[in-house]
């Protein structure tokens, strides 16, 4: 990989580091909502009808009584039981993956697609789309590798209540290490297959479609190389990302809150669901979804734009000074 693709990568990694803890605050309570809903009913089954063998009617069990129900609902469900600060459960740990996840996803995607586009692109049918799919799923699979523990305790923060008896949890270092004293250190990986499919589609998803989307919007024209081109390439990412990884996303939180046992494996996680459920049962929570990562992309790609600006413009000042040295 040459210099100046290696250059750019550590621009763009610094850039990321600046706009991640931002963007986080934002999606927090919307990540929050979105695992509640995505949880709610686990273990669940439609109850047959059965016959009472003295009066010989139909006997019907109630279904179980729905907690939340939407997002304004959840959140005020969560104010009311839990108390308001409930609503920012599992921040700490959600900052620390996105300083280890995002920085390395999206810091690194320039360098490794430059690298395949000069290695592999010329072999590969429609080489342009294809290696940005592959540098989307590479740093996205390479990004949770290194994120997995910090995900799983964000995962179990903010699935437990605080009106539900003793906390299992009581901050992120904590979770941490009881998660390796009662499930061992690979406890802290758990569910890393579906998350890292979930993250390679959803990294493929939205960086390539804003990738494209932005190349597209300014070779036809419409707009220019600008902060409402941005917008709009950001804005179709999230909703892509969003439609295509909802299922891995639901069987993902599903296994990794789940207790040891629980599950046989990610694929058990997803029939049971679909019995519990049926096919819906995989879009639970698609509402908050789309608005997390929605809020997230958009936020994210116009700092992520604006910065890398300043950056090439400051490196650009840089190289003239030297020159005229």
């Known amino acids: 990989m040459c210099w100046n693709s290696c250059l750019y990568g550590r621009y763009d ?4 580091r600046h706009c991640q803890s931002t963007t986080k605050d934002i999606s927090s309570l919307i990540s929050l909502i979105r695992l509640k809903i995505q949880l709610q009913g686990e273990g669940s089954k439609v109850a ?33 039981q839990e108390g308001p600060r409930a609503l920012y459960n599992g921040l700490n740990a959600g900052l620390q993956r996105q300083m280890s996840f995002a ?3 999206i810091g690194l995607y320039d360098s490794v697609k430059q690298y395949y586009q000069s290695g592999v ?11 940005r799919i592959l540098a989307g799923m590479t740093t996205g699979a390479m990004a949770i590798m290194v994120a997995q523990p910090t995900d799983v305790v964000k995962v179990r923060l903010q699935a437990q209540t605080n009106n539900s008896g003793p906390k299992r949890y009581h901050g992120a ?8 004293k009662t499930d061992g250190v690979k406890g802290l990986w758990r569910g890393t297959l579906p998350n890292v499919t979930r993250n390679a589609v959803i990294n493929s998803a939205e960086l390539v479609v804003y990738d494209v989307t932005k ?3 300014i070779a036809m024209k419409l707009l220019s190389d600008s902060l409402p081109c941005h917008f709009v390439s950001a804005f179709c990412a999230g909703f892509i990302a969003t439609c295509v990884a909802s299922p891995v996303d639901v069987v993902k939180t599903r296994f990794m809150n789940s207790s040891k046992g629980q599950y046989t494996g990610a694929i058990d996680c997803a029939v049971k669901m679909y019995k519990e459920g049926g096919a819906k ?3 639970k ?9 929605g809020s997230w992309n958009v936020f994210m790609f116009i700092f992520y734009e604006q910065l890398k600006k300043q950056v090439m413009l400051h490196r650009q000042q840089q190289q003239q000074q030297v020159q005229v040295m």
Do not use: D
Not at 13 to 16: A, D, G, M, Q, R
């Open 13 to 16: 990694y610094v850039s990321l």
């Open 48 to 80: 047959k009808p059965k016959t009472s063998p003295i009066t010989k009617t139909i006997v019907r069990k109630s279904p179980k009584e729905v907690r939340y129900n939407g997002m304004v609902g959840t959140i005020s469900t969560i104010a009311r």
């Open 103 to 105: 920085s390395v996803r």
């Open 121 to 131: 692109a010329h072999t590969l049918p429609g080489g342009g789309v294809i290696t």
């Open 173 to 180: 270092f904590h979770a941490y290490k009881t998660i390796v």
């Open 215 to 217: 190349e597209k919007i």
């Open 281 to 283: 049962s995989f879009y």
């Open 285 to 293: 929570g698609f509402t908050p979804s789309f608005m997390r990562l």
